[in-house]
Nanobody, 126 residues
Framework: QVQLVESGGGSVQAGGSLRLSCAAS????????MGWFRQVPGKEREGVAT???????TYAASVKGRFTISKDNAKNTLYLQMNSLKPEETAMYYC????????????????????WGQGTQVTVSS
């Protein structure tokens, strides 16, 4: 059974940095797409970044140049380094995983991912 467990959320002032981690277990496929999404109560879940098993990455326009998605294959852990955080980026951040496909090189939507973590809260104060 695939499990994704996020950690690393917290409170930070605007301009600060956080690194989120997503520990994956039970994944038996060699090829995959993994990503980070975020959601504010009352709004739709928004894609932040994706990374496939070839190392191809995509970013939402709003985070490009500030966020970096990476993966430590030895630890089977996905990361999201977030720099220059803004108050409007306060949200619950979710890790997601799915089979590799063309969707991943285009960012992917919520429906493309079959597995989700429980989320980790990020709060950015002004």
């Amino acid at each position: 059974q695939v499990q994704l467990v996020e950690s690393g959320g917290g409170s930070v002032q605007a301009g600060g940095s956080l690194r989120l981690s997503c520990a994956a277990s039970g994944w038996t496929y060699r090829r995959y797409c993994m990503g980070w999404f975020r959601q504010v109560p009352g709004k739709e879940r928004e894609g932040v970044a994706t990374r496939d098993s070839d190392g191809w990455t995509t970013y939402a326009a709003s985070v490009k140049g500030r966020f970096t998605i990476s993966k430590d294959n030895a630890k089977n852990t996905l990361y999201l380094q977030m720099n220059s955080l803004k108050p409007e980026e306060t949200a619950m951040y979710y890790c997601a995983a799915g089979l590799q496909g063309a969707y991943c090189k285009q960012g992917g939507g919520e429906a493309d991912f079959g597995y989700w973590g429980q989320g980790t809260q990020v709060t950015v104060s002004s």
